[in-house]
Each structure stands twice: as C-alpha cells, then as structure tokens.
C-alpha cells in the first residue's frame, strides 16, 4: 500500500484515507438537506463547524439539487484534491522513487496562487469551475507530499 513500511504504515494509512473521506462526505452533506429533518439539522451544525475555514459564499459554492455544498468551491477542491493526492501516493510512489520536493509543491500551488491573484489584484470573476480545479490541484499535491510525512511523524513516536 505505501512503500517500504510495514503493518503500522499501513494502519495509519487506512486511518487517514477514512478520516479524510469522512471529512469529504461532511462536505457533501448539507446538499442533501432536504431528505430528512434530521439531515437538516445535521447539515446545520456541519455548516457551523466549517464556517472558521472557509466563508462559504453561497455564489462561490458548488450546490447540488439546488443546495450548497458546506464549503466553497476552492475549499471543496483542496480538500477532494488531498483525498485524492492520498489514494494516488500509493501508484504515483512506486514509479518515482525519491520523495517529492518542494518543487512540485510550488507547482502545485500556481494555479490556486494565479486564480487569487486573477479575482483580487485585477478584480476579474473566476468561476467556480477554475475555483474548484485550481483547488483540487493544490489539494492533490499536498496529499501526495504529506503523506510520507505523516508517516514518519508515527515512525519518530514509536521510537
């Protein structure tokens, strides 16, 4: 599953994978409001509970059926992207053997870095499509570089 570790790698692997899918699935769930008087409740506190990181603007949010997702489109992104950037390690880090540098870091960040710059020094509208993809880009590039990371964080405890 992830290179060069063994069972407790694994375990720790397994634990982050569900921990940012639960994550991504809170995300999802104030779209789905309306099922339910207990989903609406629910979708209420989740809301609450992202409201520190994000401004969930409802203009800058994905909806689905018509209801916004619990954060913006950029935030949606980074944190689908670091979902993403951790089930990809396991493929990607079998075809290049060294860790991944700051570089790819960098170059993951430009896009996320020229859309700011886009909306807020030349005050041009993104879309939320470019919002989400610069996001999701940032997002699987820091999932793909921190895992290792996480890793050996277990690795120096356990010591």
């Not at 569900?18 to 769930?29: G, K, N």
Request: with cysteine; charged share 10%; glycine share 6%.
């Amino acid at each position: 599953m992830v290179r060069n570790t063994g069972p407790m790698h694994r375990h720790i692997y397994i634990i982050l994978l569900a921990a940012v899918t639960f994550w991504c699935l809170l995300i999802l769930l104030p779209a789905f409001s309306d099922i339910s008087l207990f989903f609406h409740h629910c979708s209420a506190l989740i809301n609450l509970f992202f409201s520190p990181v994000c401004h969930q603007q409802a203009e800058r949010t994905f909806h689905i059926c018509n209801h916004p997702m619990a954060v913006c489109a950029r935030c949606s992104g980074i944190y689908f992207g670091f979902l993403g950037g951790l089930i990809l390690y396991p493929l990607l880090s079998r075809l290049f053997k060294s860790r991944p540098g700051r570089w790819l870091f960098i170059a993951g960040c430009i896009p996320t870095i020229a859309d700011i710059i886009w909306e807020r020094i030349l005050r041009l509208s993104s879309s939320n499509t470019i919002r989400g993809i610069s996001g999701l880009i940032l997002g699987m590039v820091c999932g793909y570089i921190l895992l290792p990371y996480i890793l050996e964080v277990f690795d120096y405890k356990k010591q």
